[in-house]
């Protein structure tokens, strides 16, 4: 019989394995109501299917060329933030750590911790991979928030406008402003940093201490740490990091708008301005981990808004299905192979002289 300690000791272990089940469940039912009941009331499969054996050959050989220029855009990101990082393992190791990220339930975090470890063994220092996993991370949920904000005003000089993208676009600037704000001043002074740093942390904590979790393992000293090894980083590389990472995102809004006009989903129903919208509005959505990879959530919310803007029932389910294998699937596969493969490439030698593989 368990003593009164390890009775103590297990219960915070049976809240989070409660909780986990709870999130596990809810991220079920979400995915099992949209594609078994939301969309099909939207549109029927038979319609969709309909519209996508449709397809003509160019237009397949567009999607196919819009994917591939998709997934070799995630390289260039960690290439500038990872200085000494190659292409093809640059590819590697975004797809296998991207596919994490879609396969388990709020997994960045796990995807982060596999990027890390491909790249430690690779040669790399810590730092410049936790500096690196930080600033793509960072700058990647930067442009998130700008989307709306870009949207809302394309909307408004087209004459076009949408409340709940509105209401996104505000508190994209607002949350815009308070991060760029608080990086700027860790950036300029290692006793605002330490400061920041022990005010988020104190934060933070309350924050867990609300739903009974721990404390976090890092104060202002780590934030002082962080603007030491990346304040002269930034300054240097932030206007190529900002560039590559929106060409990043650019190719996915691309596939959207490539499977749109493919699908029978034309201008004149769903403009470029109204597609970019759609997308935004979804990007910011997927911020929040409800489901892996935002299945479910991505289809449900994309299709409603772009019908909501017009576009035909069938073509924008059709339109929107095909986007998401396209932005999903090669990737899964190309990470999951990369995942399970990487150890059994030899780790590069490391030149002494640059300090890089």
């Not at 054996?53 to 070799?72: D, E, F, K, R, Y």
């Not at 990101?77 to 590819?91: E, H, S, T």
């Not at 796990?110 to 430690?120: E, F, I, P």
């Not at 220092?125 to 930080?134: E, I, L, Q, S």
Request: aromatic letters at 8%; proline letters at 5%.
């Amino acid at each position: 019989m368990p003593v009164a300690g390890e009775q103590l000791s297990s219960s915070p272990r049976r809240r989070r394995l409660l909780v986990r089940g709870g999130l596990g469940a809810v991220s079920l039912g979400i995915i099992v109501a949209t594609f078994a009941y939301l969309l099909p009331t939207i549109a029927g499969y038979a319609e969709v299917w309909d519209v996508v054996s449709q397809l003509s050959w160019p237009w397949v050989l567009a999607l196919l060329g819009v994917t591939a220029l998709n997934i070799a855009t995630f390289a260039p990101p960690w290439q500038v933030a990872l200085p000494g990082l190659r292409f093809i393992r640059a590819i590697q190791m975004t797809q296998a750590s991207a596919a994490l990220a879609i396969v388990v339930p709020g997994g960045a975090a796990v995807g982060a911790a596999g990027a890390y470890s491909m790249t430690r063994r690779w040669g790399f220092a810590g730092r410049d991979v936790v500096r690196a996993v930080t600033l793509t991370s960072l700058w990647n949920q930067l442009l998130n928030l700008a989307y709306p904000i870009v949207a809302v005003f394309l909307l408004t000089i087209t004459g076009a406008q949408t409340a709940a993208l509105a209401t996104v676009a505000f508190v994209g600037v607002a949350v815009l402003g308070v991060v760029i704000t608080g990086f700027v001043l860790v950036l300029v002074s290692s006793r605002l940093a330490d400061d920041i740093g022990d005010v988020a942390a104190r934060f933070s904590n309350w924050t867990l201490g609300k739903v009974r979790r721990g404390p976090v393992a890092w104060s202002g000293a780590n934030f002082e740490r962080f603007r030491a090894n990346v304040a002269g980083f930034v300054a240097r590389r932030w206007p190529a990091l900002t560039l590559v990472s929106l060409l990043g995102s650019m190719t996915v809004f691309a596939v959207l708008v490539v499977s749109l006009r493919a699908l029978e989903v034309p201008a004149s129903q769903v403009s470029l301005v109204e597609a970019f919208a759609a997308w935004a509005l979804v990007r910011i959505l997927t911020s929040i981990p409800i489901t892996p990879g935002g299945l479910g959530v991505v289809e449900l919310g994309l299709t409603a808004a772009l019908v909501g803007f017009g576009g035909d029932n069938a073509g924008v389910v059709a339109a929107v299905l095909v986007y998401r294998f396209l932005t999903v699937v090669p990737t899964l596969v190309l990470g999951l192979i990369s995942a399970f493969t990487w150890r059994r490439s030899p780790a590069p030698k490391i030149n002494e002289a640059a300090g890089q593989p």
